[in-house]
């Protein structure tokens, strides 16, 4: 049985599923790589549910010697003894080899790359993934960043089984948050990440009792997305309003940083008041200082005052620290 649902411009197709008493018998691969992805493991694991393996991100060089260091997923799956892969190609015949040997009926994908079909249609019970908004709206790579650069007051996360068009499968559970106005990417990140864990447990769960329904997604003219952010979105237009400028801002701290250029050198801007809505003379894009203990930007409706700043190769620092060891 269906039934169509509208919510503003976008509507859900209810497909009501029999509920079963029968217990299913998990054995899962969970698939992540950064730190987001852990509360999700680490609650299944908790729950005493069968992790057969986990599927993470090649090692990558990092700090200042380069030394290959494992994905945050990896060294925790490895804390706790669950086998490890690391495919550089997710359609190599031997891959999908290894994978199968498993005998998984279930997978579980929270904050990793893109999935063949030979491999999400491959577990009995579906391949689920963990997105970090209310689907369908900010489909893609960024959502967090998107609902705090678009001012958004609410957002949230969503389960839902995977296909082939990234983020459009049916939905599972969505669990509504609230934006705090102080939120920046990496508070919200940081809320999300530990509500994210309860709502993989809950579709688990809802998947091992087989008593659940889902929500067909359909588009919407006006729905909003999430495309992946390069450095070159991330400069400042002061040609916009203030409140756009402080979400702007919000939405790129502390990963990857809102910048501009002042006297030559690139700084990011990590937080910013607004000082007045009122227009006033200056140029757009000027800034006016006492290089003590302000930096005020004038934009398209009023001034912004620059909080926390990062020259280029330096670390961030409020604006009168700053001031102490620099002058403009």
């Not at 509507?11 to 009501?16: A, G, M, V």
């Not at 006492?290 to 280029?312: A, N």
Request: glycine fraction near 6%.
């Amino acid at each position: 049985m269906t039934t169509k649902h509208c919510a503003g411009n976008t509507y859900f197709i209810l497909i009501r599923i029999k509920t079963s008493t029968m217990q299913k018998d998990l054995r899962i691969i969970f698939m992540g790589t950064p730190e987001f992805a852990i509360p999700s493991l680490k609650i299944l694991l908790e729950h005493n549910y069968q992790v057969v393996a986990v599927i993470t991100a090649l090692d990558k060089p990092r700090g200042r010697g380069r030394v290959l260091t494992p994905s945050p997923v990896k060294a925790f799956a490895m804390e706790k003894d669950i086998p490890v892969l690391q495919p550089p190609n997710l359609k190599d015949p031997g891959f999908i080899k290894e994978l199968a040997a498993y005998n998984a009926n279930l997978q579980v994908v929270v904050a990793f790359r893109m999935l063949p079909e030979v491999v999400w249609a491959m577990p009995e019970y579906g391949t689920i993934n963990l997105h970090a908004s209310l689907l369908p709206a900010y489909r893609g790579a960024a959502p967090i960043n998107w609902v705090l650069i678009n001012g958004e007051k609410t957002t949230g996360l969503t389960t839902f089984f995977i296909r082939q068009e990234i983020d459009t499968g049916n939905i599972l559970f969505r669990e509504k948050l609230e934006i705090d106005p102080e939120d920046n990417a990496g508070t919200l990140h940081d809320k999300m990440m530990e509500l994210g864990g309860d709502l993989v447990l809950r579709t688990v769960r809802a998947i091992e009792s087989g008593n659940y329904q889902t929500i067909q997604q359909t588009d919407a003219p006006d729905l909003k997305k999430a495309p992946k952010i390069f450095r070159e979105d991330c400069e400042i237009d002061w040609n916009t309003s203030c409140q756009a400028i402080r979400n702007f801002i919000r939405g790129l701290t502390p990963f990857p940083g809102a910048r501009t250029v002042i006297n030559g050198k690139i700084y990011k801007i990590s937080k910013v008041e607004i000082v007045s809505n009122k227009n006033v003379t200056d140029t757009i894009g000027e800034y006016t200082t006492d290089s003590r203990s302000y930096l005020h930007f004038r934009c398209s409706d009023g001034i912004v005052s620059i909080v926390e700043l990062q020259p280029e190769g330096k670390r961030k620092m409020h604006v009168e620290d700053f001031f102490r060891g620099n002058k403009l």
